[in-house]
Every structure is written in structure tokens, then in C-alpha cells.
């Protein structure tokens, strides 16, 4: 499956982006879909997850109550949309899948499918 990411840019603090995520080349739907991002110098963290039929999110610490995962598997897409975002939130998001039915994978190595990255900078 091959994976675009969009939606990154530069905002404020307290600002709200929505990154998407469109996949193409298999049936969506049978993808666990997440997202990881990783700043400069510091190892590629786990954001959220979200199952295969949309149901079951899971998400890190730093970002729970701030962020939602969704997926439209009509339109083979999944979304990230953040609010309140804070300067520590600045790094490049990556959209992930993952064959198999465990959203609650949080390792880069649980997740076999990368797109190429989108950069969200939060200023102060």
C-alpha cells in the first residue's frame, strides 16, 4: 500500500491543523492505520492508532485529549486532527498501516507501510 501524507504547515500555538493520510493500492479497510512523528534529534514516537473499521483509537500520553484519529474507509484516507497545539508538538508526522487487526501497537517496527512524512512547526 503506498501512503501520502498532507495537511503539515506552520502554526501558533493554541492553533489546530488536520493532517490526512491517502492510501492507494490495497483494500483500506484492511489496515490498521496510525501515525508516529519524530523532531530533530530524537527518536520517531508513537501519536495514535485507529482500527480497522474506525471504532478503536489508541494515542500516546502527550497527546491524549488534544488530538483525534479518524479514517473514511470509503475514501481509503485517515486523518489526524490536532487542536491546541504546543511547540513541543513541532516534528514531521508519518503516516503508518499495519497488516492485521492490534491498533494498540505502539513500536515503528509493529507498523510495515510508511508514507513520506509531513512537517508540522508550532511557534511559541
Known amino acids: 500500500v503506498q501512503l501520502q501524507a498532507s495537511g503539515g504547515g506552520l502554526v501558533q500555538a493554541g492553533d489546530s491543523l488536520r493532517l490526512s493520510c491517502a492510501a492507494s493500492?490495497?483494500?483500506?479497510?484492511?489496515?490498521?492505520m496510525g501515525w508516529f512523528r519524530q523532531a530533530p534529534g530524537k527518536e520517531r514516537d508513537f501519536v495514535a492508532a485507529v482500527s480497522r473499521g474506525g471504532s478503536n483509537t489508541e494515542y500516546a500520553d502527550s497527546v491524549n485529549g488534544r488530538f483525534t484519529i479518524s479514517r473514511d474507509n470509503a475514501e481509503n484516507t485517515a486523518y489526524l486532527q490536532m487542536n491546541s497545539l504546543k511547540p513541543e508538538d513541532t516534528a514531521t508526522y508519518y503516516c503508518?498501516?499495519?497488516?492485521?487487526?492490534?491498533?494498540?501497537?505502539?513500536?515503528?517496527?509493529?507498523?510495515?507501510?510508511w508514507g513520506q512524512g509531513t512537517q508540522v512547526t508550532v511557534s511559541s
Open positions: 493500492g490495497r483494500t483500506f479497510s484492511s489496515f490498521v
Open positions: 503508518v498501516a499495519r497488516d492485521g487487526s492490534d491498533w494498540r501497537i505502539r513500536e515503528t517496527g509493529g507498523y510495515t507501510y
